[in-house]
């Protein structure tokens, strides 16, 4: 893939909202592959007929950001935002119509990713897009859509890499969070307060630290919530703490080439209440095969920047490459 794959990046549309994104915060993912792609040092070619892929470089996040009034959910501009540039592109290339956009691709973290590519039909049923937001009941379909992992990135660095040894993780589950939608709403109701082993809390109590319960919970609850994805999952990674992703229609990233069922549980909605009984049925080798393989795959997210092989760059660039192998061009075309 490092050598034959080549991707050209439109060079169509204005910053902010074209060829640059969030590069901090919970959106960061979205904003580090535009600049990357950007920057052109990795599979970008700048002739397109040489190209395996062509990328859109819109930023749903600056999008909403400037576009979007809030608290109006008037999203008529950002309608005619993606509508005029896929004429654009459309009307300019010979390769949006030549596949009908399958061999095109987006990438977004927000919740609106979706929604977005939902106002040019080949753009939602034909290209590949990568997004956080990947819920099987917004349209979501695994063998086109590629799932982007959700990395909160404080600074521009990464932190919290790194935890407890499986001996000296004390507490069985932790979660801390806000009451942002109906799962967590589950959650919290079920277990905050209730029980010694499966830590819940909406206000982490004085003296407690977030990361400090990371490195030292053997499992690590991350329910979604207002979308699928929540950046716990890979907070949990970095602090070597399996994540028990509570969540229903989600698929989460990479699962062509990671068997997420051997380091991570997956609990749907409906049984939050069984959580205790799901966790403390797995035995403790189980358990430490679960941690070990954590640590196994957590260099597949890592930030690097320069993006460093097998990193979440390249992993993002990979589930890109995979769909691709899958789209024939000819076959669209005649
Ligand atoms: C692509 O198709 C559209 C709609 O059919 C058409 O208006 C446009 O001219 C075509 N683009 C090219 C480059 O031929
Ligand atoms: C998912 O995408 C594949 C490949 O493009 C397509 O054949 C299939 O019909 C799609 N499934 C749904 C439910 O849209
Ligand atoms: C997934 O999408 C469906 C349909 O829009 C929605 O009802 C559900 O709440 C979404 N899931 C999450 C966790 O946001
Ligand atoms: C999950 O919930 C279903 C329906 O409530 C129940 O039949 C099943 O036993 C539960 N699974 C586990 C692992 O507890």
């Not at 590069?23 to 990795?42: A, P």
């Not at 010979?94 to 061999?103: K, Y």
């Not at 029980?195 to 990361?211: A, C, F, H, I, T």
């Amino acid at each position: 893939m490092e050598k034959v794959f080549k991707i050209y990046v439109y060079e169509e549309g204005e910053v902010p909202i074209f060829h640059e994104g969030p590069c901090r915060g919970i959106y960061s993912s979205e904003g580090r592959f535009i600049h990357e792609m950007e920057k052109g040092k990795f599979y970008r070619t700048k002739d397109p007929h040489k190209a395996l892929v062509y990328f859109l470089p819109f930023s749903v996040v600056t999008m909403v950001q400037y576009i979007y009034m809030p608290e109006t959910f008037d999203r008529n501009g950002m309608k005619l935002a993606v509508v005029d540039y896929i004429n654009l592109i459309s009307h300019k290339h010979p390769f949006w119509n030549r596949s009908h956009g399958a061999d095109h691709f987006m990438l977004s973290c927000h919740d609106w990713g979706p929604f977005t590519t939902s106002f040019v039909p080949d753009l939602f049923h034909n290209s590949i897009r990568v997004m956080c937001n990947a819920n099987t009941s917004e349209g979501f379909n695994s063998s086109k859509d590629a799932s982007l992992p959700e990395i909160n990135l404080k600074t521009s660095e990464m932190s919290g890499i790194g935890g407890q040894p499986p001996s000296k993780r004390s507490t069985l589950a932790f979660y801390a969070g806000g009451l942002h939608g109906h799962i967590r709403y589950l959650l919290l109701n079920e277990w905050k307060g209730k029980d010694q082993d499966v830590l819940v809390y909406d206000k982490l109590p004085q003296g407690m630290s977030y990361e400090n319960m990371f490195k030292s919970s053997k499992f690590c609850l991350c329910p979604s919530g207002y979308e699928v994805a929540s950046p716990r999952v890979v907070e949990a990674i970095y602090a070597e703490c399996v994540p028990v992703l509570i969540s229903d229609g989600y698929v989460p990233p990479f699962s062509d080439v990671l068997n997420w069922n051997s380091f991570s549980v997956q609990v749907p909605v409906k049984n939050i209440s069984d959580i205790k009984t799901i966790l403390t049925a797995i035995s403790s080798r189980q358990y430490l095969r679960m941690q070990r393989r954590v640590k196994q795959v957590q260099r597949h997210f890592l930030v690097n920047g320069p993006p460093k092989r097998y990193d979440v760059f390249h992993m993002i660039v990979h589930s890109v490459w995979l769909r691709r192998l899958n789209i024939r061009i000819q076959d669209i075309f005649t």
